[in-house]
Every structure is written in C-alpha cells, then in structure tokens.
T-cell receptor, first 114, second 114 residues
C-alpha cells in the first residue's frame, strides 16, 4: 500500500530558483527519508529525518517534518540543471527480525531549465 | 562506497520463459529488497530478505519468487514471465542501524516481456 504521496507530481523551474516538494503520509512513522532518481537509474538516498526532529539541512537541501500534519517538505535551494530528477519520500515500518521496510511515494518529477 | 550491482541493465524475454534477475551487494548488508517501478505507481516492494535463506513477501509477490543462498546475493525469479511483468526492477540493500535504515539501490533492470 502507498504510504507517502508527493505533491506536485511534476515541477518545472528556472536554474537558480528554489524547488519545494511535499510529502504526506497516513500512519505513524519512525523516520522519513528522501531519495532522488535520475532518469532510468536507481535511487540515491538524500536525507533522513527522524520523527522527533522538525528540520534538517544537508548542503542545499532542507527537509521539514510535521508529525501532527503527517507531512514533510523538501526544499532545494539555488537549483541547478543537474538537480533535474525524480524525488521520492519514503516512510518506514518495522518488518521484524531487525529489518525496516520502506514504503515509497510516487515521486515528484523536477525539471530545472538552464 | 556501497555498491549494489544488477546482472543486466536491459533484458528482453518471451512470455512463458523463466527469468532470473541477479543482485549483488558488497557491503555485507543483512537486508536485501526487490522492487518494481511502473509509471504512475511508484516503487512497489515484491520481496525482501533479512538474512541468508530467509525471505518475506512484500506488497506484490504474486508471480515472483526469490532466492538468497549467500549473504551478498539476492535473486528474483519470474517462473513464467508474462507481459504484465514488463517493468523496471530495482534491487536494494540495507544494514540494521536501529531504526534509521538507509537503502542503497542498484542501477535497475528494465525487463520487457514480449
């Protein structure tokens, strides 16, 4: 079942602008992660935010988490053409025997126009 | 760096064929996962494994089986391929971090069943 839902489905911006993507989820989480996927490739982990954190930064990335609203946002500042990719949020669930299962949203497709 | 490799980037098979997709990781990770990715549906978990010879069903296991005889290798098997199994298949691995598991993905195998 799909846990996270990203919004918008697609986003097109000019190079240098900021890009904001949102993720909503349904059930309680342990942490929330954001991944990036370049066209036709595998996913790459970007950042993880724990349920007791409200904001986290990594380079040009800023992630916020509002557990009361069951939502998260990913902000990419000063975007570059190389940021063109699909971005996915993923929420976790404990699946037993020391393993966490991730449930991914459908992704936001970001296009950064040079 | 963690490296997850998949046996083929592109694969074309015929309906009814038995198909093996291989995944190898080099970081001694306990957990391995198989997903399929389809437009508009995002990533869906097929099977995962948290130890050698252990396997657990994901959200869409029907028509698939898996094998994990060695810790570094996780195989996805399509016993009798069908056209609705045409998809991008992604393998991932993770290690137990006490609730902050990050998954590392392979480059994906784009399978076409004719």
């Amino acid at each position: 079942s799909q846990q996270g839902e990203e919004d918008p489905q697609a986003l097109s911006i000019q190079e240098g602008e900021n890009a904001t993507m949102n993720c909503s989820y349904k059930t309680s989480i342990n942490n929330l992660q954001w991944y990036r996927q370049n066209s036709g490739r595998g996913l790459v982990h970007l950042i993880l935010i724990r349920s007791n954190e409200r904001e986290k930064h990594s380079g040009r990335l800023r992630v916020t988490l509002d557990t009361s609203k069951k939502s998260s946002s990913l902000l990419i500042t000063a975007s570059r053409a190389a940021d063109t990719a699909s971005y996915f949020c993923a929420t976790d669930a404990y699946s037993g025997a020391g393993s966490y299962q991730l449930t991914f949203g459908k992704g936001t497709k970001l296009s950064v126009i040079p | 760096d963690v490296k997850v490799t998949q046996s083929s980037r592109y694969l074309v098979k015929r309906t009814g064929e038995k198909v093996f997709l291989e995944c190898v990781q080099d970081m001694d990770h306990e957990n391995m996962f198989w997903y399929r990715q389809d437009p508009g549906l995002g990533l869906r978990l097929i099977y995962f494994s948290y130890d050698v010879k252990m396997k657990e069903k994901g959200d869409i296991p029907e028509g698939y089986s898996v094998s994990r005889e060695k810790k570094e290798r996780f195989s996805l098997i399509l016993e009798s391929a069908s056209t609705n199994q045409t998809s991008m298949y992604l393998c991932a691995s993770s290690t137990w971090t006490g609730g902050a598991d990050t998954q590392y993905f392979g480059p994906g195998t784009r399978l076409t069943v004719l």
